[in-house]
């Protein structure tokens, strides 16, 4: 069964902090690695990744994946309190259906 | 209006009650999706629609009955739902075979009584 695992759930920081998220998938047929901010309610696109190593980057936000290890990792430097929602993963597959496969997400707090 | 946008906002429902979603999208795109996002799982997809055809249906309840009558627009008929049934129900869309690019909608948030 394809299955893709955030960790950790939630996190709680202050401003100035960097965080990592973490992003760990198993499934057939992989395309592509998407990470979205969901803020009250839509979800925003972030990154795509379809290569491993290379770093995806917009300001403050990178991501890189490692399609070896099977995982993506988000970073969050000098976190800002509008930063605080919840980031989802998921993992497109090849197959043209159109169906993603997202993760539980990760809630992330910044706390002035 | 651009964007996805989704009505109603906000929805209580008795379980014998019927009603339905509205998503419509003014990107031009060419394939809609159906979301459910309950309470600490994973956004859980419903259904696909690429040129009007439905492509995916992930194993939804009978009691869950999309319409997508052209690109523009989708529909999630609802009846005799179940309390369990409460959640956000995102609708979302992009261009066919360019999942990657989709763009939600607010989502309506469902209370089923």
């Known amino acids: 069964e394809d299955k893709v695992v955030q960790s950790p759930l939630s996190l709680v920081v202050h401003e100035g902090d960097t965080v990592t998220l973490n992003c760990s998938y198993e499934v057939t047929n992989f395309r592509s690695l998407l990470w979205y901010k969901q803020e009250k309610k839509a979800p925003t696109f972030l990154f795509m990744l379809t290569s491993s190593g290379i770093e995806k980057k917009s300001g403050r936000l990178s991501s890189i994946l490692d399609k070896k290890e099977l995982f993506s990792i988000l970073n969050i430097t000098a976190t800002q309190t509008g930063d605080s929602a919840i980031y989802l993963c998921a993992v497109e597959l090849s197959s043209n259906t159109g169906k993603l496969i997202f993760g539980q997400g990760t809630t992330l707090q910044v706390k002035p | 209006e651009t964007g996805v946008t989704q009505t109603p906002r906000h929805l209580v429902m008795g379980m014998t009650n019927k009603k339905s979603l509205k998503c419509e999208q003014h990107l031009g795109h060419n394939a809609m999706y159906w979301y459910k996002q309950s309470a600490k799982k994973p956004l859980e997809l419903m259904f696909v629609?690429?040129?009007?055809?439905?492509?995916e249906n992930n194993s939804v309840p009978s009691r869950f009955s999309p319409e997508c009558p052209n690109s523009s627009h989708l529909f999630l008929h609802l009846h005799t739902l179940q309390p369990e049934d409460s959640a956000l129900y995102l609708c979302?869309?992009?261009?066919?075979?360019?999942?990657?690019?989709?763009?939600f909608g607010p989502g309506t948030r469902l209370t089923v009584t």
């Open positions: 979302a869309s992009s261009p066919v075979g360019v999942s990657y690019e989709q763009y």
């Open positions: 629609y690429n040129f009007k055809e439905q492509t």
